[in-house]
């Protein structure tokens, strides 16, 4: 039976959303797939859209061009629930388009301070050009404000496996 919808993690970056990701999916893994795209398939029946890496990982780790791809496989994709996170299909267009196709989309915003995600972006590694910073918060920002009724808030500042167990609540709820 196909997924009837999709549910998205979005926040800024060095908020924790791969790694809540990776710690609310506990099912073992039973595939994982480079076509028509990466994603990853669990025995509970969920799919995760994109790849697993140590940086970028989530849609991060897919083309720039593959959003019509995903879109053309959503509808018949399987799994009982289809999530994912990152920035490369994390965008208002994108999710107007998952709407459009039928399926329900709900979203998972893993809430800290600009503050908060810079230092935690910096501690990993990531020095991040101010205007790519400032790009990527504006644009969580304003998905909230135009998303908030399809929104799930979830504390980022608890530890990573508090926040994995909200995100785990959300997806499986």
Known sequence: MPASGLVYVIGYPGSGKS???AL???API????????AH???ADGTVQLGANRAAFSGTDALPLNVQPTVLK?????PGRVIVAEG??????????AVVGLGMSLRIILIGVTELQARYRSWKRGHDFDGRFFRGRTTK?????RHWSNRMTTVDGTQPPEAVAADVRAA???
């Open 19 to 21: 790694t809540a990701l």
């Open 24 to 26: 609310a999916l506990q």
């Open 30 to 37: 039973t595939a994982v797939h480079k076509t028509p795209f």
């Open 40 to 42: 990853i398939a669990y």
């Open 73 to 77: 496989w959503l509808p018949g994709a």
């Open 87 to 96: 920035d490369r299909l994390g965008n208002d267009k994108f999710f107007r």
């Open 140 to 144: 969580v920002d304003n998905l909230e």
């Open 171 to 173: 997806l499986y709820g």
